[in-house]
């Protein structure tokens, strides 16, 4: 049996569920990577509750659709759903971090719990990405590659060299999604290397792609923006960019740079959560 798509109230509440224990496991276990693992929350989410094609429970099903976590460093989160949907025993991921885990900081290739690829080194996931799409289409598989990207991570040459292939070879069986949280480690990215907000999208479309932006915490709409770029209609890949909030969540994380590896204290965890309100 393949994976149910969950209605909008259901997908709220399990992007919450994810959230609250992504916290947990994390602040208790003394894991750093928080913040990151918070703005890519809802992506994943709208992916494994709302748009991909898999087999809970049955990670090597052939059929099943790729994603290449490339920013493997916000892996807390792909971890909690892995075990939510029975890929991971769940006593693997509560222990994550602690002497006892099997588990990496960052995401590595682990096929028995459906991690396609190693990654960590930033840069190396859109190339893998654009090979597994292109086999696609070689042995005239019907699957789907996405690929999660982060947007500091977009500055590697790797990436670019990999958009233009993918385009030469018109890969639109693949869906490339920047987790856009405009921090890139310690620092605005914008103090860094973009020349203003809208850069990304003047290089993409410079690349031949036509990049829709979409709300990076809503995960109904961007559940929506996926399973419609998951047809394979158009000549080129698609590509999402999902403006999220570095740290979303926990108020004394969002946007807050120094928080890309830390654990909150006590005191900053009782300045309060945003969300779960309203459902
Ligand atoms: C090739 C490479 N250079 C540097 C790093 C160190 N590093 C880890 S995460 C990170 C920031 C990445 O920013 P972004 O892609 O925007 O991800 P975010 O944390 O914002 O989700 C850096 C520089 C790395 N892992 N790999
Ligand atoms: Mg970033």
């Given at each position: 049996?393949?994976?149910?798509?969950l209605?909008?109230?259901?997908?709220?509440?399990?992007?919450?569920?994810?959230r609250?224990?992504?916290i947990?496991?994390?602040?208790?276990?003394?894991?750093?990577?928080?913040?990151?693992?918070?703005s890519?929350?809802?992506i994943l989410v709208?992916?494994?509750y709302g748009?991909?094609?898999?087999?809970p429970?049955?990670?090597?099903?052939d059929?099943r659709d790729?994603?290449?976590?490339?920013?493997?460093?916000?892996c807390y989160?792909?971890?909690?759903?892995l075990?939510?949907?029975?890929?991971m025993?769940?006593?693997?991921w509560?222990?994550f971090y602690?002497?006892?885990?099997?588990?990496?900081g960052?995401?590595?290739n682990r096929?028995?719990?459906?991690?396609?690829?190693?990654?960590?080194?930033?840069?190396h996931?859109?190339?893998m990405?654009?090979?597994?799409a292109?086999?696609?289409k070689l042995?005239?598989?019907?699957?789907h590659?996405?690929?999660?990207?982060?947007?500091?991570?977009m500055q590697?040459?790797t990436?670019?060299?990999?958009i233009?292939f993918?385009?030469?070879?018109?890969?639109?069986?693949?869906?490339?999604i920047?987790?856009?949280?405009?921090?890139?480690?310690m620092?605005?990215?914008?103090?860094?290397?973009?020349i203003?907000?809208?850069?990304?999208?003047?290089?993409l479309?410079?690349?031949?792609?036509?990049?829709?932006v979409c709300?990076?915490?809503?995960?109904v709409?961007?559940?929506?923006?996926i399973r419609?770029?998951?047809?394979p209609?158009?000549?080129?890949?698609?590509v999402?960019?999902?403006q999220t909030?570095?740290g979303?969540?926990?108020?004394?994380?969002?946007?807050?740079?120094k928080f890309h590896?830390?654990?909150?204290?006590?005191?900053?965890?009782?300045?309060?959560?945003?969300?779960?309100?309203?459902?």
């Amino acid at each position: 049996m393949t994976n149910t798509v969950l209605n909008a109230k259901d997908i709220r509440k399990k992007a919450d569920r994810i959230r609250a224990e992504v916290i947990d496991v994390a602040v208790r276990n003394g894991a750093g990577h928080i913040a990151p693992s918070l703005s890519c929350i809802d992506i994943l989410v709208a992916l494994y509750y709302g748009s991909m094609s898999y087999r809970p429970g049955y990670p090597a099903w052939d059929g099943r659709d790729r994603l290449i976590f490339s920013k493997a460093h916000g892996c807390y989160t792909l971890y909690a759903i892995l075990a939510d949907i029975g890929n991971m025993p769940k006593e693997e991921w509560k222990k994550f971090y602690t002497c006892d885990s099997t588990l990496s900081g960052c995401a590595e290739n682990r096929p028995e719990y459906g991690i396609e690829a190693s990654c960590g080194s930033l840069g190396h996931g859109l190339p893998m990405a654009v090979g597994n799409a292109l086999a696609a289409k070689l042995q005239k598989k019907k699957y789907h590659t996405f690929c999660i990207i982060g947007d500091g991570e977009m500055q590697e040459g790797t990436t670019w060299e990999a958009i233009q292939f993918a385009v030469k070879h018109e890969l639109n069986n693949l869906t490339i999604i920047i987790d856009e949280n405009r921090i890139q480690a310690m620092d605005f990215i914008t103090n860094i290397m973009d020349i203003g907000v809208n850069d990304k999208i003047r290089k993409l479309k410079g690349f031949g792609l036509l990049p829709i932006v979409c709300p990076g915490h809503d995960v109904v709409k961007l559940a929506g923006a996926i399973r419609l770029a998951r047809r394979p209609s158009g000549r080129v890949p698609k590509v999402l960019i999902a403006q999220t909030t570095k740290g979303f969540g926990l108020k004394c994380m969002e946007d807050v740079p120094k928080f890309h590896f830390r654990i909150p204290t006590e005191e900053e965890i009782c300045l309060g959560r945003s969300y779960g309100c309203g459902y």
